[in-house]
Nanobody, 120 residues
Framework: QVQLVESGGGLVQPGGSLRLSCEHS????????MGWYRQAQGNQRELVATIVISGGSTNYADSVKGRFTISTDNTKNTVYLQMNSLKPEDTAGYYC?????????????WGQGTQVTVSS
């Protein structure tokens, strides 16, 4: 059973920071990749950042490069998204994602989401 629980969202002023957390009920080392996606009202869900669990290579959307950082803490089975220099256009629901390959079948899992609102 895969359970991903996000936390850390909220209301922040432009230029501020937030750190999102996504905790897995089991070991995150069972996943190939984890990441964060976001969906603003009326828009499609888009990739924000991903990380390969084994090796740590990362990938970011151009719109967040240099401002957001994805990281993991395997001891806490948690993936983080540190968001700095937030802009109003970062306002969205943020969703944690995890993917893994088991017996040749790739499966993806989603958390329930956490809302981030950037506004003065």
């Amino acid at each position: 059973q895969v359970q991903l629980v996000e936390s850390g969202g909220g209301l922040v002023q432009p230029g501020g920071s937030l750190r999102l957390s996504c905790e897995h009920s089991g070991s995150i080392s069972s996943f190939y990749t984890m990441g964060w996606y976001r969906q603003a009202q009326g828009n499609q869900r888009e990739l924000v950042a991903t990380i390969v669990i084994s090796g740590g290579s990362t990938n970011y959307a151009d719109s967040v490069k240099g401002r957001f950082t994805i990281s993991t803490d395997n001891t806490k089975n948690t993936v983080y998204l540190q968001m700095n220099s937030l802009k109003p256009e970062d306002t969205a629901g943020y969703y944690c994602y995890a993917g893994r390959l088991v017996r040749g079948i790739y499966s993806g899992y989603w958390g329930q989401g956490t809302q981030v609102t950037v506004s003065s």
